[in-house]
T-cell receptor
Framework: DTGVSQDPRHKITKRGQNVTFRCDPI?????LYWYRQTLGQGPEFLTY????????KSRLLSDRFSAERPKGSFSTLEIQRTEQGDSAMYLC???????????FGPGTRLTVL | GENVEQHPSTLSVQEGDSAVIKCTYS??????FPWYKQELGKGPQLIID?????GEKKDQRIAVTLNKTAKHFSLHITETQPEDSAVYFC?????????????FGRGTSLIVHP
């Protein structure tokens, strides 16, 4: 399978715990995006990388959220001190420099108890 | 920031009918408008997109129209099939940091009855 992959697919955690998600983009895609999607809503942009550089961050990305893409390939999204409001689907997408088509992964569903 | 309104939230049609989904946006700086289809348990998939210098674009049974003056754009699906059943999202995107950054609508659940 050469699509975007995300791990884990599901995560259940208790409030206050830290969680980390991983995204593996399509090979040679130099741009990588993170989104959050809650039930009945469209995806909300969180942050964007070009290679290893984080070039854009939404104000939705509070201090408890941090994303990295250390070698310009896979990326991780960490949420510290999780809150019930963090429960959502976290989507990753990647694309080449051209065209603008973003390819989405299947998402990681986070449930905070 | 950008605000995208999408209507209707649910659309039920008979197989073979046409379906139309409408979106409005607020930021005149937005200049790229993709549409995504999301099936249960999957991530969104791009089905068609349009840029601000084009008024209409077609791809087989799917077409998108854009009115920049009125700040609205629409998705048209003709000859609907049961496999078209899914949630459809519009997005208005602006250019920042070397990429289009999208703001999505809330989605339209399309149900095509056989």
């Amino acid at each position: 399978d050469t699509g975007v992959s995300q791990d884990p697919r599901h995560k259940i955690t208790k409030r206050g715990q830290n969680v980390t998600f991983r995204c593996d983009p399509i090979s040679e895609h130099n741009r990588l995006y993170w989104y959050r999607q809650t039930l009945g809503q469209g995806p909300e942009f969180l942050t964007y990388f070009q290679n290893e550089a984080q070039l854009e961050k939404s104000r939705l990305l509070s201090d408890r959220f941090s994303a990295e893409r250390p070698k310009g390939s896979f990326s991780t999204l960490e949420i510290q001190r999780t809150e019930q409001g963090d429960s959502a689907m976290y989507l990753c997408a990647s694309r080449q420099q051209d065209p603008d088509t973003q390819y989405f992964g299947p998402g990681t569903r986070l449930t905070v108890l | 920031g950008e605000n995208v309104e999408q209507h209707p939230s649910t659309l039920s049609v008979q197989e073979g009918d046409s379906a139309v989904i409408k979106c409005t946006y607020s930021d005149s700086a937005s200049n790229y408008f993709p549409w995504y289809k999301q099936e249960l348990g999957k991530g969104p998939q791009l089905i068609i997109d349009i840029r601000s210098n084009v008024g209409e674009k077609k791809d087989q049974r799917i077409a998108v129209t854009l009115n920049k003056t009125a700040k609205h754009f629409s998705l048209h699906i003709t000859e609907t099939q049961p496999e078209d059943s899914a949630v459809y999202f519009c997005a208005a995107s602006w250019w920042s940091g070397g990429s289009y950054i999208p703001t999505f609508g809330r989605g339209t659940s399309l149900i095509v009855h056989p």
